[in-house]
Structures are given as structure tokens and as C-alpha cells.
T-cell receptor, first 115, second 116 residues
Framework: EAQVTQNPRYLITVTGKKLTVTCSQN?????MSWYRQDPGLGLRQIYY???????DKGDVPEGYKVSRKEKRNFPLILESPSPNQTSLYFC??????????????FGPGTRLTVL | GDSVTQMEGPVTLSEEAFLTINCTYT??????LFWYVQYPGEGLQLLLK?????DKGSNKGFEATYRKETTSFHLEKGSVQVSDSAVYFC???????????????FGQGTILTVHP
């Protein structure tokens, strides 16, 4: 089954404790990205990747890091989480870079709470 | 920059009622337009899309027409069901040649609740 998977689905942590949210897609997609969803703000892009070892900032990158060492995986790293990073996070992928007509496929989401 | 504005929610309807969720956009290029739906506890999934002016996207009884003259992409359904209860997001993706590289710009989302 074609899908985007994320782990963990739920995470409660404390300020300053490094964490990683994993994302993997099995569709051989070129483009991957991370979004955060906050009430009243919709989804905002954090980082995106156009290929292996090619990543760039989205609209709200502060406090996050990413890497793309393999085409299928795109982990999101919070090196020192803070309470304002409490949010619902989605990983997404799409077949081609820069193809605005492509559908993006979303993972199930990771609900993160930082105390 | 690009932006999407959706009608304020939440929207509460009775089963078989007519649904309209308004969506307008601002874009510098020639965007593709999307409606995504998020059912409770799940990720977003594509509901429908339109990639050029006057295109109509449709799926599961939902429709939306890409209106360039009014910069709108309103979502409609003639008869909603309880199972349509979800959060609906309007989004755009600007064409290559800009700097978006396929980024989706989302509206704030509209919560729809349908009662039996």
C-alpha cells in the first residue's frame, strides 16, 4: 500500500529534551516536506526537501532541523524543544519537485506536547 | 506572497442539507487549487483539485470550480451526510518558476459537523 508513515503518533516531552519524529514514504517521491498545524492558522511548512541531501527552509523553520540521507526518509529533529513547538505535525510527499499540479500525500500526523 | 482565506467555521448542518464553504486566494503566479479533508484522528487526504482556470474538480459528491476572475474555489455538496463531518482545507500550489517548489499554502480550515 502506498503511504506516508510517521512515528511516533503521540509524544509528550519536556523543554530542552532532543527528539526526532521519523517520516518514511514508499512511493519513490522526490519531494518531501514537514508542516505544522495550529488552530486558526491552517498548516504551515517547516522544511522541505527536493532530493537526497537537498533541503531548504519553509515558512516556519526556527527551532527545527531536517535531514534527507535516503530518498524515502525525512526525519524532523527538535534539538531543544520549547512549549511553543507544541503542535500537530504532518509529513508529506509528492512525486515531483516544483510540479504544482501534483497531489501531496500526507502522513497520519504526530501530536507533540512540550511541557 | 500567496495566501488562502476560507470562511469562518465551524459549520453545523443537518443531514441532506446543501453545503458551501467559501475559499478565495491570492497568488502571484498561476496556481493549482486543492481541497483537502481531515477526518477525526487522521491525516489530510486530497478531496479534489483543479489545475487551471474554469476547471471543475469533483469527488464523492463534492465540487469546486476554479474561478480566476473572482480568485475563488468554493466547495459545494448538494446533500451532506453525517460521514462528511471533518475539517476541510483549501490550499494552493504555485507553478514552477516561483520559489515555492511545490509548497502548499493552506487556509485556516473549516470544521464541518453534520447531524442526523
Amino acid at each position: 500500500e502506498a503511504q506516508v508513515t510517521q512515528n511516533p503518533r503521540y509524544l509528550i516531552t519536556v523543554t530542552g529534551k532532543k527528539l526526532t519524529v521519523t517520516c518514511s514514504q514508499n512511493m519513490n517521491h522526490e519531494y518531501m516536506s514537514w508542516y505544522r498545524q495550529d488552530p486558526g492558522l491552517g498548516l504551515r511548512q517547516i522544511y522541505y526537501s527536493m532530493n537526497v541531501e537537498v533541503t531548504d527552509k519553509g515558512d516556519v523553520p526556527e527551532g527545527y532541523k531536517v535531514s534527507r540521507k535516503e530518498k524515502r526518509n525525512f526525519p524532523l529533529i527538535l534539538e531543544s524543544p520549547s512549549p511553543n513547538q507544541t503542535s500537530l505535525y504532518f509529513c508529506a510527499s509528492s512525486p515531483r519537485v516544483g510540479a504544482s499540479t501534483d497531489t501531496q500525500y500526507f502522513g497520519p500526523g504526530t501530536r507533540l506536547t512540550v511541557l | 506572497g500567496d495566501s488562502v482565506t476560507q470562511m469562518e467555521g465551524p459549520v453545523t448542518l443537518s443531514e441532506e442539507a446543501f453545503l458551501t464553504i467559501n475559499c478565495t486566494y491570492t497568488a502571484t503566479g498561476y496556481p493549482s487549487l486543492f481541497w483537502y479533508v481531515q477526518y477525526p484522528g487522521e491525516g489530510l487526504q486530497l478531496l479534489l483539485k483543479a489545475t487551471k482556470a474554469d476547471d471543475k474538480g469533483s469527488n464523492k459528491g463534492f465540487e469546486a470550480t476554479y474561478r480566476k476572475e473572482t480568485t475563488s474555489f468554493h466547495l459545494e455538496k448538494g446533500s451532506v451526510q453525517v460521514s462528511d463531518s471533518a475539517v476541510y482545507f483549501c490550499a494552493l500550489s504555485d507553478r514552477a518558476g516561483g520559489t515555492s517548489y511545490g509548497k502548499l499554502t493552506f487556509g485556516q480550515g473549516t470544521i464541518l459537523t453534520v447531524h442526523p
